[in-house]
């Protein structure tokens, strides 16, 4: 995995030490020797992970930490505290100062390691997610109601795994206090809640009696519905080598036995704010994806998106030898309708004209609207015959009855269908929507409301 490293610290020989242990793992390393310098490499350049000094002279780290997280253009690049530091309260300030990991000085090769890489490939799928859904202004994220929200560290719910029950006892006692916690002993159920239920943060127990906890990690990982959910596993002291396999797997987050509360509430305050943000990112991403390939009044698909499907439906045609017919209908008059009574009933036309569309076409079939009022269905394993039936009840369907477009009020309506169906090899899709369009035009120079087929 290449990702890029930010070292920050003031001592340039644990800078330099660092550095050469990521770059032995073919890390790209960037330094800095101040809290100043990193943020503002962090704000001009691409960082995936930032170690961080906690004691440097002017700005310490805990203030670099807290700056780098409540700025919304950096928030959600990961941040490793590198400390001598080793006391409960140390960490808990951190944590709370938004960081995601703590090291203790000296450095272990594989905690620094297996750390680095874990948070960098959550870093670069959320970038990835950032790219897409970002518009002309800065990730714009900056005055989203929506992120705010994500800052605010409202209460989750959480899901505990644990069959020790004094253990457990203690967790939830913690937890309760803040978030929606449920405590599951038996790891069967607790995958059945997992796939019923949503939830914030997974926590479970390494050690269960039960069941292998990395299993049952890898079992969640491995769900449709919990792929994304983070998950923060418990260890006892000297399994630190099952420890850093599930950290390798995709485990988040974890906590020595004997957890202390104040570090439960951190982490887990932590990890429920990064689940909120990945959330946020890929709804807007689905939301931009949705738009880019539907039309936003009918909600049908759009030319863009049918263009391409239907040059992916031809060349499963080819393969399959099996028939593909396209069906165009077209509004009558609609310019009479919008010049008449207003572009607002025009619109009411549109809308209840694709519901109808819809209504009429099968679950194997595509509906789009191609624009203003011509709308198009591609029907797979359609021979001319069956491409027929369906544009007389699309035709049907239209003429027989009236639309609403306001209270108590109602026009007439009728469409022109124009059908064609893939001729074989040396036929293109535009070839084939072309024939299609010319049987809409006959069909209109006809009379209108008809159906006509390039085979006619």
Not at 170 to 181: Q, T
């Amino acid at each position: 995995m290449t990702a890029r490293v930010l070292v920050v610290d003031d001592i340039l020989a644990n800078v330099r030490l660092l550095q050469a242990r990521l770059e032995a793992e073919y890390f790209e390393v960037v330094t800095a020797s101040s809290g100043q310098e990193a943020l503002d490499i962090c704000q001009r350049e691409r960082v995936d992970v930032v170690l961080l000094d906690v004691m440097m002279p002017g700005m310490d780290g805990f203030e670099v930490c807290r700056r780098l997280k409540s700025s919304p253009s950096t928030l959600h690049i990961p941040v490793v505290m590198v400390t001598a530091l080793d006391q409960v309260s140390d960490k808990v300030q951190g944590l709370d100062c938004g960081a995601d990991d703590f090291l203790t000085k000296p450095v272990d090769d594989i905690a620094l390691v297996t750390r680095v890489k874990s948070l960098a490939r959550l870093k670069m799928l959320n970038d990835e997610m950032l790219m897409r859904v970002s518009t002309s202004r800065e990730m714009g994220l900056a005055d989203d109601d929506v992120l705010a929200g994500i800052l605010s560290d409202g209460p989750g719910r959480v899901l505990v795994i644990d069959d020790h029950p004094r253990s457990s006892s203690r967790v939830m006692s913690a937890l309760a206090k803040v978030h929606e916690a449920y405590i599951e002993p038996d790891p069967q159920i607790a995958l059945r809640h997992l796939a019923m239920q949503p939830f914030d943060l997974l926590v479970v127990a390494l050690s269960l009696e039960g069941m292998d906890g990395l299993r049952l990690c890898s079992q969640v990982r491995s769900m449709d519905r919990t792929r994304h959910l983070p998950i923060l596993i418990m260890v006892d002291a000297g399994d630190e080598a099952r420890l850093l396999r599930g950290l390798d797997m995709g485990v988040n987050d974890y906590l020595m036995r004997p957890v202390d509360r104040h570090e439960l509430l951190a982490r887990v305050k932590t990890q429920i704010r990064r689940k909120r943000f990945s959330d946020y990112l890929r709804n807007r991403l689905r939301e931009s994806v949705e738009l880019s390939v539907s039309d936003p009044l009918t909600g049908l698909h759009n030319r863009r998106y049918m263009e391409r499907h239907l040059k992916t439906l031809i060349q499963d045609a080819l393969k399959s030898r099996r028939s593909l017919s396209v069906l165009i209908a077209d509004i009558d008059h609609f310019k009479h309708v919008n010049d008449t009574y207003g572009h607002d009933a025009g619109d009411l036309v549109l809308k209840e004209f694709s519901d109808r569309f819809r209504r009429y076409t099968r679950g194997v079939d595509l509906a789009c609207r191609l624009g203003g009022e011509e709308f198009l269905i591609i029907m797979p394993d359609t021979d001319p015959v069956l491409a027929g039936q369906i544009g007389e009840r699309v035709r049907a369907c239209v003429a027989s009855e009236p639309f609403t477009i306001g209270p108590d009020r109602t026009i007439w309506v009728t469409a022109s269908v124009g059908l064609a169906t893939w001729d074989g090899d040396d036929d293109t899709a535009e070839a084939l929507f072309k024939r299609a369009d010319n049987a809409l035009y006959t069909a209109k120079r006809q009379g209108r409301n008809q159906v006509v087929s390039d085979a006619a």
